[in-house]
């Protein structure tokens, strides 16, 4: 799944440790999903959101896939 997330974080100033904290993941985690390699859960996608003050659907771009 495509996002915005790394566009927002540098943005903001922060490295993918630094929104890890903020958002209780690791940095790794924050890479994998910035390189589409992870999707998160609902609950980390709405932390992500909510801490960039917009929603999922506009953090992350959904399309159509095989996975279901």
Known sequence: MKNNVKVL???NGLTQAQLG??????RQA?????KNKFD???WLAYDLAKF???????LFVFEESDRK
């Open 52 to 58: 960039f003050n917009m929603s999922i659907e506009a």
């Open 40 to 42: 998160p859960s609902i």
């Open 30 to 34: 924050i890479n994998a999903i910035e």
């Open 9 to 11: 974080r540098e943005q």
């Open 21 to 26: 904290e903020k958002v209780g993941v690791s």
